[in-house]
């Protein structure tokens, strides 16, 4: 984004006579550091004149080209204007006085996504490095009435069928960036580890005295 700053000066009135018009000139910062001798403003090189009302009258269209237009070390080339057949008035003010409205620029210059959001409400909100913020996308949250009946897919994902029945959507507050508390009982666990452990052994034992009493059992036989 380069910023231009604008001037308007009148340098001809229709109050002064036969062979006047009222006649603007329009004026850009070329060098806004500019010292001693240097041009600090120049002219756009294009005539405004309006007629007795206060109309544009020229330049036609209210269209005109600010040739070569450069600010400071940048040259922006050839910029177009368009003020329209309306945009542009005098408001028939023969003292060469103008109001001027402020404008508000709506754009944004180029960026990159920079860091991603998530609210309690489930909208995925991006940040951009022009300091924008859009949302990206909304997540559902949804419930079942039998949710052990849905079909399993592949990579961690879940169908809907006739025993589960439909989804029913539900509101449910999303955490972003944090991690989900462990709901498992580690001293339950290791318990049940010492239960597996000793009924393998007992077992290990069941199938060590069963072997032996086979070989006693051949041994009888032979």
Same mark, same amino acid.
């Given at each position: 984004a380069v910023p231009v700053q604008l001037r308007w000066a /009148? %340098?001809?009135s229709a109050t002064l006579g036969a062979g006047h018009t *009222?006649?603007?000139q329009l004026y850009y910062q070329a060098d806004p550091n500019a @010292?001693? @001798?240097t041009t600090q403003w120049k002219s756009?090189?294009?005539p405004f004149t309006f007629d007795t009302s206060g109309n544009l009258t020229a330049p036609a269209g209210g269209t005109f080209t600010i040739p070569n237009l450069t600010v400071g070390t940048i040259n922006l080339g050839n910029i177009t204007v368009n003020t329209g057949t309306k945009g542009l008035t005098q408001f028939a003010d023969t003292r060469g006085t103008a109001d001027v409205a402020a404008l508000k620029q709506d754009g944004s210059p180029a960026g990159s996504l920079a860091d991603? +959001? %998530?609210?309690?409400d489930g909208r995925i909100t991006g940040t951009y490095t022009n300091n924008r913020t859009v949302d990206l996308f909304q997540i559902a949250t949804a419930n079942f009435k039998g949710p052990n009946? #849905? =079909? /399993? #897919?592949?990579?961690g994902a879940f169908r809907e069928t006739r025993e589960s029945g439909p989804a029913v959507a539900v509101d449910t507050k999303i955490v972003g960036q944090a991690l989900e508390i462990s +709901? @498992?009982?580690i001293a *339950? =666990?290791?318990t049940k580890l010492i239960v597996t452990q000793q009924a393998y052994s007992a077992n290990t034992r069941i199938v060590t005295t069963g072997n032996e009493m086979m070989q006693e059992v051949l041994n009888m036989v032979r």
């Open positions: /009148k %340098i001809d *009222d006649q603007w @010292t001693g @001798t756009v090189g294009t991603v +959001n %998530i609210s309690a009946f #849905l =079909e /399993k #897919l592949d990579g +709901n @498992t009982d *339950d =666990e290791f």
